[in-house]
C-alpha cells in the first residue's frame, strides 16, 4: 500500500470548522493530513486514531514564508506549549493536531480569530476571487459582443459553445462564493457579539464540488464530441492547453516550496517566482502559438458533401474558384462554401448550410437568416411546392442578387448567387450540400 493519499478537497478560508471536522474525520480513517495545495491535499497513511485538527490565521503570514519565519515559529512555540504541533500551513491559514482528548483551544478570544480571519479574507479570498469574476464577465461579454451579429457562428462552434457554458457556471460559483462569505460573516458577527463562536459554513464546498464536477463534465463531452466530429485538433489543442496550465503551476508550486525549505527570505521567493511565472508564461505562448497552426490552422477536412457552381443547370461559366469554412457544435453544425468565377467574370455564389438535431433550434436558425439575408432587399415567402422543404423564402437585393433561405427536416440552406437561380438549381443544393 502507497505511503501517502492525495484527495480533492475544496474549502474557502472562512470554512475553518467545517475544515477541522473533515481533518478529523480523515485521521481516524487513518489518513493523517501531511501538506495542503490548491486542489489536492496530501496525506499519510497511518492507523486510525482520535486526532483533532485546528485552523487557525497568522495574518501578517504569506505562503512565500520560509519555513523557519520567526513569527509562525513564534505561534508554534506557543501552541506546542498547549500540546498542538503544527502539520503545514498555507499562506496565512495554519493547521495543527493532537492526539488528547480534550485539547486547549487556540484560540481563546473569537472576536480576535474573527478579526484574524477577515484581514485573511482579504487577501486569500475576496482579491482574488473579485479578479476573476471581472475576467470571466469581460470574456464572457466579449463573447457575446463578437458574436452579436452572427450568433448562429456561436452557436456551431464547440470552443464558443464550451466557453458560452462555462463562463456563466464560473460567475455563478463566484457569486455563491460572495453570498456565503458574506452570509457566515453577518451570522459569525452577531454570535460573537453575543459571546458565541464564529458559525460553521460548508456551503461553498460543496456548492465547489459540483461545479467543479459540471466542468469536467463539460470539457469532457467537449474533446469527446470534437473527436468524433472530426476536429480532432481543437480537442488537442485544448488538452495540450489544459495540461500545460496545470504543468506551470505544479512547476511553480513546486520551486516555492523549495525556496521555503531552503530559507529564502519572503521578498527572494516573491521575485524569484514572478520570474519563472514570466518566463514559463512566454514559454507557454510560444508553444501554443507554434501548436495553433499545426492543431487547428492546418486541420481542413474534406467537407461531407460539396455542391460545385459547375453541376448547376444555370452556371454561367465553368472557371471557378471556392473557399469554404466547416465547424460544428453538438446543438448546431454550418457548412460555409464561396465560389468566385475565374478570369474577368464577377459571377459568385455562396451558400451556408447549417443541422441542428433539434427542430425548435432549427426554426430559430431559419428566422436569424432570414433577419440577416433580408437586410437591405426586399423579401418574400416564395412557393415551395416542387421542393421538398417547409418553407421558402427569397430576398431582392437593389445589386441585382438574389438569396434564398430553404428550411426544413432539421437543415437550413441559404444560398446567395448573382445570377438567378433556377428551381431545378436549388434541388440541386438542397439534395446535396
Known amino acids: ?74 505561534l508554534r512555540d506557543l501552541c506546542a506549549e498547549a500540546g498542538w504541533e503544527k502539520v503545514c500551513d498555507w499562506g496565512q491559514l495554519q493547521v495543527y493536531r493532537t492526539d488528547r482528548e480534550t485539547p486547549v483551544p487556540i484560540e481563546t478570544d473569537e472576536s480576535v480569530r474573527l478579526t484574524a ?11 482574488p476571487n473579485a479578479a476573476l469574476f471581472f475576467l470571466a464577465v469581460f470574456e464572457l461579454g466579449q463573447l457575446f459582443l463578437s458574436n ?70 463539460v470539457a469532457a463531452g467537449f474533446v469527446v464530441f470534437s473527436f468524433l466530429s472530426g476536429q480532432g485538433g481543437a480537442a488537442s489543442y485544448f488538452l495540450l492547453y489544459f495540461f500545460c496550465i496545470l504543468g506551470m503551476a505544479a512547476a511553480l508550486n513546486a520551486l516555492r516550496r523549495h525556496m521555503r525549505r531552503e530559507g529564502f527570505s519572503r521578498g527572494g521567493n516573491r521575485t524569484l ?17 507554434m501548436s495553433a497552426g499545426d492543431l487547428i490552422g492546418g486541420e481542413n477536412p474534406e467537407p461531407k458533401q460539396f455542391v460545385r457552381v459547375q453541376s448547376l443547370a444555370s452556371a454561367p461559366s465553368e472557371s471557378w474558384y471556392f473557399y469554404r469554412t466547416d465547424s460544428s457544435s453538438p446543438l448546431l453544425s454550418r457548412q460555409r462554401v ?3 468565377e475565374e478570369g474577368e467574370g464577377d459571377g459568385f455564389l455562396l451558400y451556408e448550410v447549417y443541422t441542428t438535431p433539434l427542430s425548435a433550434l432549427s426554426d430559430w436558425c431559419a428566422e436569424q437568416l432570414l433577419a440577416q439575408k433580408s437586410d437591405g432587399g426586399s423579401c418574400r415567402e416564395a412557393n415551395a411546392v416542387d421542393l421538398p422543404v417547409d418553407t421558402l423564402y427569397c430576398t431582392d ?35 446535396n450540400a
Not at 501538506?35 to 491535499?41: A, D, Q, V
Not at 463562536?197 to 463534465?217: E, G, Q
Not at 517566482?273 to 502559438?289: E, S
Open 397 to 431: 437585393y437593389p445589386s441585382g442578387n438574389r438569396n434564398w433561405i430553404l428550411a426544413g427536416e432539421g437543415r437550413v440552406l441559404s444560398v446567395t448567387a448573382s445570377w438567378m437561380l433556377e428551381e431545378e438549381d436549388l434541388l440541386t443544393l438542397w439534395q
Open 148 to 217: 452579436a451579429a452572427e450568433p448562429l457562428i456561436l452557436l456551431s462552434s464547440s470552443v464558443g459553445l464550451l466557453l458560452l457554458l462555462l463562463m456563466p457556471v464560473l460567475l455563478l460559483m463566484l457569486l455563491l462564493h460572495f453570498f456565503a462569505y458574506a452570509f457566515w460573516l453577518r451570522r459569525s458577527l452577531k454570535s460573537v457579539a453575543q459571546g458565541g463562536r464564529c458559525v460553521s459554513s460548508n456551503l461553498c464546498r460543496r456548492a465547489d464540488t459540483v461545479f467543479l464536477v459540471l466542468a469536467l463534465l
Open 1 to 74: 500500500m502507497k505511503e501517502y493519499a492525495y484527495r480533492m478537497e475544496i474549502f474557502q478560508p472562512f470554512e475553518f470548522v467545517a475544515m477541522e471536522r473533515r481533518l478529523s474525520a480523515m485521521a481516524r480513517r487513518g489518513l493523517q493530513l501531511e501538506e495542503i495545495g490548491s486542489l489536492f491535499w496530501k496525506y499519510r497513511r497511518g492507523e486510525p486514531c482520535k486526532t483533532s485538527y485546528a485552523v487557525t490565521y497568522l495574518p501578517q503570514g504569506s505562503m512565500f514564508d520560509p519555513l523557519n519565519d520567526p513569527k509562525a515559529e513564534t
Open 273 to 289: 517566482f514572478l520570474l519563472a511565472d514570466v518566463v514559463l508564461a512566454v514559454v507557454f505562448a510560444v508553444v501554443m502559438g
Open 338 to 340: 464561396q465560389q468566385y
Open 117 to 127: 480571519i477577515r484581514r485573511s479574507m482579504r487577501k486569500l479570498f475576496l482579491l
